[in-house]
């Protein structure tokens, strides 16, 4: 995946006429040099802004494939050449280095959104506990019922605890003392709603 943005970048970076030229080609007025793909004495290679095709033997491509090509090499050693020998800063390390960085940004990001969207459902289960009046037999039996006044009697002491709990540390350690409660209360809840 990066290869492709790699190359991506490469292009966007470099004109083709200035890939040739620092190679040692010298385009004529009309945009061609002598194609080094084929033995010519009349240059066929046409170099456009972003790549070049060879009227004589057909190849074509972009300034990556063109070193590519020339050298022997796969594209990817090729994109190596040009980010060194143009300077560009791109080199695998610091480009997968950057990518690796947005990536995990990104992932920390819809982290904090889905923490954020648990710790507000807390917040409400915990409320709604709190409001909930206790269920009546014969709705529910004792059991259930048991469990719902064990839980409704814990509702004040999570809501202060998650009301304290103020930088995301203190939150992700109500998450890490408290998120299977909050499951249980939830399902009483469902349970307390659907009787």
């Given at each position: ?12 970076r470099l ?44 190849v074509s ?121 909050i499951e ?12």
């Amino acid at each position: 995946m990066f290869q492709t943005g790699l190359f991506a970048e490469i292009k966007s970076r470099l004109l083709m006429r200035e890939v040739v030229e620092r190679y040692g080609f010298e385009v004529n007025r009309a945009g061609y040099i002598l194609c080094p793909f084929h033995s010519e004495k009349t240059p066929s290679l046409k170099v456009y802004e972003s790549g070049f095709n060879c009227f004589g033997c057909g190849v074509s491509g972009d300034a990556v494939r063109f070193i590519a090509l020339l050298h022997n090499i796969g594209d990817y050693e090729a994109a190596k050449q040009l980010d060194g020998d143009f300077g560009l800063g791109l080199s695998a390390v610091d480009y997968v280095s950057r990518t690796t960085n947005i990536v995990k940004i990104k992932y920390a990001r819809d982290v904090v959104t889905s923490f954020e969207t648990w710790i507000d459902g807390a917040y409400r289960a915990i409320t709604d506990l709190n409001r909930a009046t206790p269920p009546r037999p014969p709705v529910v039996t004792g059991l259930q019922a048991a469990k719902f006044l064990a839980l409704q009697s814990m509702a004040d002491f999570l809501f202060n605890e998650l009301f304290s709990a103020r930088t995301k540390a203190q939150q992700l350690q109500f998450y890490k003392n408290y998120h299977k409660t909050i499951e249980k209360i939830n399902e009483v809840l469902y349970e307390h709603n659907t009787n």
